[in-house]
């Protein structure tokens, strides 16, 4: 059984910050590269961020220098630590875990076994 329970959203005003928080069970946890998305309806599912258990983090261009992708080994838990929100960034935002440091470095989850989603978190800016 794995799940992955996205937490954290909620209306906001443009200028505010807010912190989602992913937690992962049911597999190990470190085996994985874990991800954020997010999707507006009528447009495609966007990478946000991905981070490794060694530590590495990379950034969508559309987010760097506002959001900060973190993460809790011990509790099995990311983080997206997201400041300075614009309108354009209201969106379901999705966490996801893939187990090729790879596809996860191209924005790409794999079915499972080898990839997961959880069931997003709405993230409202005005």
């Known amino acids: 059984h794995v799940q992955l329970v996205e937490s954290g959203g909620g209306s906001v005003q443009a200028g505010e910050s807010v912190r989602l928080s992913c937690v992962a069970s049911?597999?190990?946890?470190?085996?994985?590269?874990m991800a954020w998305f997010r999707q507006v309806p009528g447009k495609e599912r966007e990478w946000v961020s991905s981070?490794?258990?060694?530590?590495?983090?990379t950034y969508a261009d559309s987010v760097k220098g506002r959001f900060t992708i973190s993460q809790d080994n011990a509790k099995n838990t990311v983080y997206l630590q997201m400041a300075s929100l614009k309108p354009e960034d209201t969106a379901v935002y999705y966490c996801?875990?893939?187990?090729?440091?790879?596809?996860?470095?191209?924005?790409?989850?794999?079915?499972?076994?080898?990839?997961?989603w959880g069931q997003g978190t709405q993230v409202t800016v005005s």
């Open positions: 049911g597999y190990r946890y470190s085996s994985y590269c």
């Open positions: 981070i490794w258990p060694t530590g590495n983090i």
């Open positions: 996801a875990a893939e187990g090729s440091g790879a596809y996860c470095a191209l924005g790409s989850i794999r079915n499972p076994p080898l990839g997961y």
